[in-house]
């Protein structure tokens, strides 16, 4: 199918995504899996049931055909076929009449949002039982009710996927994003959305300095399955990481900070924010609450790894429930989020440790055009880049071979120059095109 731009083919792929009954396992899972494979080369990986990955064990797959709830006069109240969101996620089978007295432990709603139907869910314990509007709850009269679902658990796997972009280096920038929650919009499709798209922006990149590692797997214990096996390797190569999650909405970039609060990453987002290149705000790292960054940030681990998100989880009505559709979302949110962290991922690749080539003493500026023969009034000007002011210019060349060090990343030296590391930009092509200046190379302490 052609599309005459991203927002359109981001708009098509939600389409077909958003109907899918996704959890933690099974078949909506790996048909969520297959399609993204459409939009980027995905390697798929299994995982069998009642496998240990550390203090966790992968459970059963979790099938489901069909699921309803009647009423005394057999109405129906609740239809997993219209809105898989009726079904307790991870329900057990049940095919019985009950009064409602009985059905009422079954029935989960939400009183402060009265008309959504909530996101609820049973994975480790075994239950049934159907979700409602609270005002649908309010209308059951006594009676007897059929509830039926017709749904199954089986040895199987746990599904994940990754693909690998390759750069220049093996030092490596992780994107992750969840996909298991059934038919919400900025609490599940956003992300994986933005991060597919993503990858074919990068993909079209002439120059990737990191490799760029995308993983898709259900939450929590998906991306613990994941690190039980690549956890090592990311250990020992991993620069920089992101979990996407509710990339959309109408406001700035939200981003939690690494555990080590002080990470590349973490450095950044915040200098972007700062220097207004980005709008968006910052959170502290914590453990309570949040999604996959818990586990890649888990003192056993501790990797460089934040959280972007936009209309954050819990801040908004549609959070978990019926209401977080495409129209509370809005795709051109996610197109926006894309560009973004594009932008992000650009500052990194820009940021690094630069070496001055003529380090003893300063460089003759005006031997390679950077500076005016005569020192006069009037005569302090030089037009290598029109971007910036001549003398702000001259300022940061003399800063930025000043700290060209070994010892200061760029984006050190853009705090020094009072600018963001892409009003640089320029000046280090022009320095590395003169020979004046090396890199950007990934580690501190690297020799002349």
């Known amino acids: ?19 899918i009954c996704r959890s933690i396992t099974g078949p909506g899972l790996r048909e969520t899996l297959d399609i993204l494979g459409e939009y980027l080369p995905l390697e798929q990986f299994g995982v069998k049931t009642g496998t240990r990955v550390f203090d966790w064990e992968i459970p059963k797959e979790w099938h489901i055909r069909n699921a309803w709830l009647k009423g005394p006069n057999g109405e129906i109240i ?39 139907i909530p996101y609820v869910t049973s994975y480790y314990k075994e239950r049934w039982g159907f979700c409602l509007s609270h005002n649908e709850y309010l209308k059951l009269s006594p009676g007897e009710y ?9 040895n199987g796997e746990l599904n994940y996927s990754q693909t690998i972009l390759p750069g220049q280096t093996d030092r490596e920038i ?3 994003s969840y996909v298991c929650h059934p038919s919400m919009a900025n609490n599940e499709l956003s992300g994986p959305i933005v991060a597919a798209f993503l990858y074919n922006r990068l993909a079209k990149w002439k120059k990737r300095r990191f490799t ?10 998906g991306s613990i399955t994941y690190l039980n096996r690549f956890g090592e390797h990311l250990i020992d190569k991993l620069h920089s990481g992101l979990v996407f999650t509710c990339l959309g909405g109408q406001t700035g970039l939200n981003y939690k900070l690494s555990r080590r609060q002080n990470s590349s990453i973490d450095n950044m987002v915040n200098h972007l924010f700062k220097t207004g290149v980005l709008k968006g705000t910052l959170r502290p790292f914590t453990p309570i609450g949040g999604s996959d960054e818990r586990q890649y940030c888990s003192p056993g681990f501790n990797l460089p790894v934040g959280q972007i998100a936009r209309m954050v989880y819990g801040s908004y009505p549609g959070y978990h429930n019926s209401l977080d559709d495409k129209d509370t979302m809005t795709i051109k949110s996610l197109y926006q989020s894309v560009n973004e962290i594009e932008l992000i991922l650009r500052g990194l690749e820009l940021d690094g440790i630069y070496i001055n080539q003529s380090p003893y003493g300063e460089v003759k500026l005006d031997r390679h055009g950077l500076y005016p023969d005569i020192n006069a009034p009037g005569a302090r000007k030089h037009s290598t880049n029109q971007v910036m002011d001549q003398r702000k210019q001259l300022n940061c060349i003399l800063t930025l071979l000043n700290f060209a060090d070994g010892e200061h990343t760029l984006l050190e030296i853009a705090k020094k120059c009072n600018c963001s590391v892409f009003d640089l930009k320029d000046i280090i092509d022009l320095l590395i095109n003169k020979g004046l200046i090396k890199g950007p190379f990934i580690e501190k302490g690297v020799g002349f």
């Open 1 to 19: 199918m052609e599309y005459h731009n991203e927002i359109e083919a981001m708009d098509y792929l939600f389409d077909r995504l958003f109907p």
């Open 78 to 116: 609740a239809d997993f076929k219209k809105n898989n969101l009726h079904v307790v996620n991870y329900s057990a089978p049940v095919n019985r009449k009950i009064e409602l007295e009985e059905l009422k432990n079954h029935l989960f709603t939400d009183p402060n949002l009265p008309d959504a």
């Open 146 to 154: 059929h509830v039926f679902i017709d749904s199954e658990f089986i």
């Open 174 to 176: 992780l994107i992750s």
């Open 212 to 221: 760029y590692r995308f993983v898709f797997a259900p939450e929590t214990i």
